[in-house]
């Protein structure tokens, strides 16, 4: 199994179109030990030839120029594509956005909850993707399934597992106050398998907690891809740019005693990487103290490109 960082970053990307902190000052200069990140998303692919995207961030179109495995290949006819399945974690924008650029006449299967499915449906512009050429088909947690697209499996299953999260902020709803309206469904975490092989690993690219449930799925696990969202909890407010707090956000803080680090650190897991980091958080420098200290946890921070042979 084949797995490429598409995107590392988390929404707005780094460097941030209209932020100025230090870090998107630094990556815009183009200083060392610092570089440039597109929004989240992940290709995986059985054997090299079709790939399924986990999340379409709105960067897509320039993540897919970016990848020769994911060009238009000629014996899938004059508009065929590589990618073949679409999956998503939930409805933020970072990570349905892309499915606009996916309007071209692709053929893809379309998996997420229902409840993102609903949102999707309530947002009459995705209509652009015709249901003939894009299925949409709901992922029920706790049930894995075979991704297929167009009647023929793709050699990859996906096991949706509900984790602590919030829903998408343009979903969130004032009156329901507590929770901001948040059920089961809104954020999910996958587990990825390759039937032929064996090979797995797991994806949660948004998480506001790590629960006994939740670890105790991830131990044991040979690739953890995690929430690397923040570092610190309000390392947003501190610096002066939202005042909003990682609880606040959906994402759990990589550090403190709350932190993903400490929740995750006795699990047994074999390789660990952080995905989706906001454009805010310290480790993006790769001189900082705070990269040194997720690195000499065994932690590794992904980067556009990187790419895992499982
Ligand atoms: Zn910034």
Redesign the pocket.
């Known amino acids: 199994m084949l797995i490429k960082v598409l995107g590392s970053a988390a929404g707005g990307g780094?460097?941030?179109a209209n932020?100025?902190?230090r870090?998107?000052a630094d990556v815009r200069l183009g200083r060392s030990g610092l570089r440039p990140r597109t929004q989240s998303s992940l290709a995986v692919s059985p054997d090299g030839q079709a790939w399924v995207l986990l999340n379409a961030s709105p960067d897509l179109r320039q993540q897919i120029a970016a990848t020769a495995a994911l060009a238009p290949k000629l014996d899938r006819g004059p508009r065929g594509s590589p990618i073949q399945a679409v999956v998503l974690t939930n409805g933020d924008v970072d990570h349905v956005a892309g499915l606009l650029s996916l309007r071209e006449g692709f053929a893809f299967t379309l998996y997420a909850t229902q409840r993102v499915l609903d949102a999707l449906a309530g947002n009459s512009i995705f209509d652009v993707l015709d249901t003939h050429l894009v299925p949409r088909v709901p992922l029920v947690t706790a049930e894995p399934i075979e991704l297929v697209n167009v009647g023929s499996p793709l050699g990859l299953a996906i096991e949706a597992f509900p984790v602590p999260g919030k829903v998408a902020l343009y979903l969130e709803d004032a009156a329901a106050g507590r929770g901001l309206g948040t059920r089961e469904g809104d954020t999910i975490g996958l587990r990825i398998r390759a039937p032929a092989s064996g090979a797995s690993f797991f994806y949660v690219p948004g998480c506001a907690a790590i629960d006994a449930a939740l670890a105790q799925r991830l131990r044991g696990a040979r690739l953890v891809l995690f929430d690397g969202t923040l570092y610190s909890d309000d390392e947003l407010v501190v610096q002066g740019?939202s005042n909003k707090t990682g609880t606040r956000m959906g994402h759990i803080a990589m550090s403190g005693p709350q932190g993903s680090i400490a929740a995750l650190q006795d699990l047994n897991m074999q390789r660990r990487i952080f995905v989706h980091m906001n454009?805010?958080n310290p480790v993006l420098r790769e001189d900082s103290p705070e990269r040194a200290e997720v690195e000499r946890a065994g932690w590794e921070v992904a980067f556009d490109g990187m790419e895992i042979s499982l």
């Open positions: 780094f460097p941030q932020c100025s902190c870090n998107c740019l454009n805010s």
